[in-house]
């Protein structure tokens, strides 16, 4: 069973950055692909950005590129998301997703690993 849990969520106003962070349990995180999703009410979660299991590849959902940036530290099971100049429609919770498929380098399938997701506000 893989843990997953997010933190780094919060209130911050338009044009302001936050970094959010996932930490996954498992002795084989350095071989797994990671996700970034968001969700609002009412909507589908959906996709903002991934990353392979040596950061070989980077993938971003069109709304946050540029402004967005994934990146992992396999020494100590942790991912990132960078987000800068923030506007009021990413307001959402945002949610980590393991992958756990050994290797996986192609575009980004979720697996069944969840965080509980963690809120992301941001004010006009």
């Known amino acids: 069973q893989i843990h997953v849990e997010e933190s780094g969520g919060g209130l911050v106003q338009a044009g302001g950055s936050l970094r959010l962070s996932c930490v996954a349990s498992g002795r084989t995180f350095s071989t797994w692909a990671l996700g970034w999703f968001r969700q609002v009410p009412g909507k589908e979660r959906e996709f903002v950005a991934a990353i392979t299991y040596a950061s070989h590849q980077k993938f971003y959902a069109d709304s946050v590129k540029g402004r967005f940036t994934i990146s992992r530290d396999n020494a100590n099971n942790i991912m990132y998301l960078q987000m800068n100049n923030l506007t009021a429609e990413d307001t959402a919770v945002y949610y980590c997703?393991?992958?756990?498929?050994?290797?996986?380098?192609?575009?980004?399938?979720?697996?069944?690993?969840w965080g509980q997701g963690t809120q992301v506000t941001v004010s006009a």
């Open positions: 997703n393991v992958n756990g498929a050994a290797y996986y380098n192609g575009p980004y399938r979720p697996g069944e690993y």
